[in-house]
């Protein structure tokens, strides 16, 4: 699958290849709901995908899983160290990182506006010092890199049949969405990790602060309160998800299925910890396999009807640039 998905994108140097598969494993292995609905995409768009989610993957895994031993300036300086080969990628200097050589292609091959991966490393290197978020308003200047920019980065990829700028928001909102619904899944582990996302004034209306979801992951014992600010997040994230819904139907008709698809996935995440009685802090609520599966059959369906009627690209997949290749020294 993976070779018949390069070639159909026009990718055809071996290295370049290499490193555009390396992108798939990662979305793979770690990316399960969003690897899913991205299978749903015409074949000659999911390399740029995985490049755009392994990039992400590789930056993200430098804040959250450092080697070991490392101090949180070992990982400022690697984290600088990405950002400054990005920079001299998205110049035309080689790079040695696979990640960063398939997302330069990527960002090359459909105009991905750069100040989007400069404000993602910037809220990349803030994960690094702060630890909690006073209010939504405050949450969402950091995920303004860490999400709205991912939905920004993809929306070329993906197209759309009306003005970009006008589907833009709804695509912002999108990636924004996706990570309030992982955050509220993952508080639990967060917390281990020494974060809270869920923004402070939120969780204080219901009474409830650092110590008593520390007391709660620590003892595995529930507290109404708690379950009762994760139903008001569930809520709010809801309300994101109702602020991106518009901007399915402005998609090319070939890419609805697979943005449909994961709308639908990760709401249903939101479905599972509300039916797990909001016990994120104590084990991780998943979808169902049946779910998940005929979901991923009804976008298929969608997919290939699509498909059947979508009209010829007006660029031939084989005109997509190729790196002009340089031998590191």
């Known amino acids: 699958m993976t070779e018949r998905e390069l070639t159909a994108a026009g990718i055809t140097d071996p290295r370049l290849r290499a490193d555009y598969a390396h992108c798939r494993r ?8 969003y690897f899913l609905a991205t299978r749903l995409l015409p074949a000659d768009r999911r390399p740029a995908v995985h490049a755009l989610y392994g990039f992400a993957r590789h930056a993200d895994d430098l804040v959250d899983d450092p080697a ?11 984290l600088s160290v990405l950002h400054r080969t990005l920079q001299d990628g998205l110049r035309g200097e080689p790079s040695p990182e696979p990640v960063v050589r398939a997302v330069v292609h990527t960002a090359a091959a459909y105009g991905i506006d750069h100040a989007h991966f400069a404000d993602f490393l910037t809220s990349m290197r803030m994960d690094l010092v702060v630890t909690d978020y006073p209010t939504y308003a405050d949450l969402r200047s950091y995920m303004h890199g860490s999400a709205a920019v991912i939905g920004l980065q993809i929306l070329p990829v993906l197209g759309t049949v009306v003005p970009r700028q006008e589907a833009a928001p709804h695509a912002a909102a999108l990636g924004v969405a996706f990570q309030l619904t992982n955050f509220l899944r993952d508080v ?32 595995g014992r529930p507290d109404p309160r708690i379950a009762e600010a994760l139903a008001a997040a569930a809520e709010l994230t809801r309300g994101v998800y109702r602020e991106a819904a518009p901007g399915l139907a402005m998609l090319d008709p070939v890419s609805r299925p697979c ?12 479905d599972a910890v509300r039916e797990d009685g909001y016990a994120v802090l104590h084990r991780r609520a998943v979808v169902s396999r049946r779910r998940r599966a005929a979901t991923a059959l009804g976008g298929l369906a969608r997919a290939v009807a699509a498909r059947l009627t979508a009209p010829p690209p007006a660029v031939p997949p084989e005109r997509m640039p190729q790196p002009a290749q340089k031998e590191s020294a």
């Open 68 to 78: 070991t031993g490392s101090s949180t300036a070992d990982c400022a300086r690697a």
């Open 26 to 33: 990662l979305n793979a292995r770690h990316g399960r709901t």
């Open 188 to 219: 639990g582990e967060d917390l281990d990790r020494g974060r809270v996302y869920l923004p402070a004034d939120l969780l204080a209306a219901h009474g409830v602060d650092r110590a008593l979801l520390r007391w709660s992951r620590d003892t």
């Open 259 to 270: 943005m449909r698809t994961a709308f639908v996935l990760y709401g249903a995440i939101l």
